[in-house]
């Protein structure tokens, strides 16, 4: 636990001006960033006594071990380059809303040839109108099938569409009359274009108008005397109606507008948007997140806009954003909303009427997810908190092991050998630093050497680092701070290593270790025979028991490792066998080189098969087989020279004999 002021900027150095400011901590990552008006009013409230400090703030500034800051000229700029930062570096103590799940929007490809209507999901694409997010991707299905009747436009991939246009045949929608078939031609590109036209504009709103043109074609078939044609017309308009049911009216003015509601207590809080676009509901989602910050029910609604904009331009940012609380920088929101827009945005609480009574209903939504959220998360936050006490008991560890390393050796038969990392933090697992390893160091099979290897060079690198940002510099190193906070691949430290083995896995680990002077980290390893927990030095396993819940988490990390481990090994096996000696042999595909693999396990065994053995494999003739021989010898390595007399290896010196 560092002491806040043997940082603290002195008396006049913080300017008195708009900015970003960014806390480290003792490994120099970035672990808060906030902007100010005023720098220094600003900072000077984070180095105040501790007990007069919110819990939370008082976490963060005894965490940190640094501040630094950015000098901006307006507060829109610093409001933008939070946003950079806190995407740049992901600080701890920063809220953070997160989906669960990637919402589906509605999708119509307006950048291609013949427009296609389909459900995506994640980044949005020039050309695209969307339409949206909804809840679920039936919900999405059901809408597009009902207008397909009267908006015949393509939803089928490209290589269906081009299939379909190669057989000269329409598949089955076109048969039914729910795809205008522009893939044989029945349509121009540019009638399917304005069909594709008329869809987008009815899912943005503009419903009315279609309706009664339709009403009116209907009435003119009637009195025409085209009944079927009128009966057509009909469905269509009773279809187009069932549609509009799904998303109903809730403003009369044909308000485009998002309702931003929160629901939060002393540790979370819960977001809740409603999207409103011609009045209508169009979509809805929500966030959770943990208050790890101080900061109230504005701060929360300007971090929700933050993250909820951030990405977006144009239309897609709406005209109006209804919120409970105004942010603190107001005016300096809305300037940044407009700029992202392109056109003024009205950031405002609705004070009556219906969208005051909107976002009460808005307000309930994240009240009930708020409720939900904490009935699922009671139980898994209790377990892993449980898992990591068990944990540190078990091994006698100072403290809960926030950050455990897993490693695992992987091979077959002695090729392709590897090693795998993965991370969890708080007991979840942090993919974006797993990371994998070939041995070098030797060839052949030797688990206990390959620990010693990979364990060494992890926390080599993980000096290298250290050194780097001058918490251990004998040279005394400054480091450059363009080069910093940002997350390096070996630049933080685990509490705690898990080995996957027993034993002798657990002594290299150890061994690699105390070689680089590093006594601070705690190693154990799970052994995959009896589960149990192996300790340096011990001659007798730690064993949990079999219901704890730290066992269960120690076993999760294990498996972990070791799936990531046989997916790499697997992947470079495969890649040996497309570079295989096999790739000379005329007429061998890549099915039968597969076969042979699998047949034989390894290309080593293969070559010393004869002929015969390797006919035995389904496919492989005997002609075949004499080449695959043939292949294998040629690109064998020479044996050596053996004296026959004395059984020495003869070395060959390039030279030629006298």
């Not at 003792?26 to 902007?35: D, L, Q, S, W």
């Not at 078939?221 to 085209?226: G, I, N, Q, T």
């Not at 083995?501 to 105390?514: L, N």
Request: net charge neutral; charged share 30%.
């Amino acid at each position: 636990m560092a002491d806040p002021s043997s940082y603290r900027p002195r008396p006049g150095q913080i300017p008195d001006s708009p900015g970003v400011y960014k806390f480290r901590d003792e490994h120099r990552r970035v672990i808060y960033v906030g902007k100010a008006k005023s720098l220094r009013q600003r900072l000077a409230n984070y180095f105040q006594p501790l007990t007069s400090l919110h819990p939370r703030t008082a976490t963060m500034v005894t965490t940190a071990a640094s501040v630094e800051w950015t000098v901006v000229s307006t507060e829109v700029e610093a409001l933008q380059l939070e946003y950079s930062w806190i995407k740049e570096y992901d600080p701890r103590f920063n809220v953070k809303y997160r989906d669960d799940k990637s919402y589906p929007y509605l999708a119509v490809t307006m950048n291609e040839e013949f427009p296609r209507v389909q459900v995506m999901r994640g980044h949005k694409k020039k050309g695209v109108r969307y339409f949206g997010p909804y809840a679920h991707a039936w919900a999405i299905r059901e809408t597009v099938d009902l207008m397909l009747r009267v908006f015949p436009v393509r939803t089928c991939s490209a290589g269906v569409f081009r299939n379909a246009a190669s057989a000269g045949r329409p598949c089955l929608l076109g048969y039914i009359g729910k795809c205008s078939a522009p893939c044989v031609g029945r349509v121009t590109p540019e009638e399917h274009r304005e069909l594709a036209e008329d869809f987008s504009d009815f899912m943005a709103g503009r419903t009315g108008t279609y309706i009664r043109r339709l009403e009116k074609q209907m009435m003119l078939a009637a009195e025409d005397m085209e009944y079927e044609k009128a009966a057509r017309l009909r469905d269509d308009i009773e279809a187009l109606r069932r549609a509009m049911e799904k998303s109903a009216v809730v403003l009369a003015d044909a308000t485009d507008a998002d309702l931003i509601a929160l629901a939060e207590d002393e540790l979370e809080a819960a977001v809740q948007i409603f999207h409103v676009r011609g009045g209508r509901v169009r979509g809805q989602r929500g966030w959770v997140t943990d208050k790890v910050e101080a900061v109230d029910t504005a701060g929360l609604v300007e971090h929700a806009i933050q993250q909820l904009y951030g990405e977006e331009t144009g239309d897609t940012v709406p005209k109006e954003v209804l919120v409970p609380a105004l942010p603190d920088d107001a005016e300096a929101v809305t300037a940044w909303l407009s700029g992202r827009r392109g056109s003024n945005v009205s950031l405002r609480i609705p004070q009556r009427g219906d969208k005051k009574d909107l976002m009460e209903t808005v307000a309930r939504n994240a009240q009930q997810a708020l409720v939900l959220h904490k009935t699922k998360r009671a139980s898994d936050l209790t377990t892993r908190s449980r898992a990591l006490e068990e944990i540190a008991e078990a091994l006698g560890l100072d403290s809960a092991p926030l950050r455990i390393e897993c490693f695992d050796i992987s091979h077959l038969q002695g090729e392709d050998v590897v090693a795998s990392m993965v991370v969890f933090e708080d007991g979840l697992p942090r993919k974006s630093e797993y990371r994998r390893f070939q041995i070098k160091g030797f060839e052949g099979q030797d688990d206990v050497r390959s620990m010693h290897e990979v364990i060494g060079r992890r926390f080599r690198r993980y000096l290298v680092e250290k050194e780097k940002t001058g918490e251990w510099d004998p040279e005394g190193v400054v480091e450059d701070p363009e080069e910093s906070g940002r997350p390096k691949r070996f630049a933080y430290p685990p509490q705690l290593v898990v080995v996957d083995g027993g034993q002798p896995q657990v002594a290299a680990a150890r061994r690699a270790m105390d070689e680089l002077g590093i006594d601070d980290i705690a190693v154990c390893g799970l052994a995959k025979r009896l589960e149990e927990v192996w300790l340096p030095g011990d001659d007798d396993p730690v064993v949990l028991p079999r219901s704890s819940e730290g066992l269960y988490l120690l076993q999760r990390v294990r498996d972990t490792a070791h799936d990531f481990a046989i997916r790499y090994q697997r992947s470079k096996r495969a890649k040996r066998v497309r570079i295989s000696p096999l790739d000379a042999v005329p007429g061998l595909g890549e099915t039968r080189k597969q076969a042979l693999i699998k047949h034989f396990g390894s290309v080593k065994r293969l070559r010393q098969a004869t002929i015969e053995q390797i006919c035995e494999v389904p496919g492989m003739g005997r002609k075949t087989a004499e080449a695959v021989v043939v292949a294998l010898v040629q690109a064998a390595p020479a044996a050596p020279a053996v004296n026959t007399a004395t059984g020495e290896i003869m070395e060959d010196d390039g030279g030629g004999t006298a």
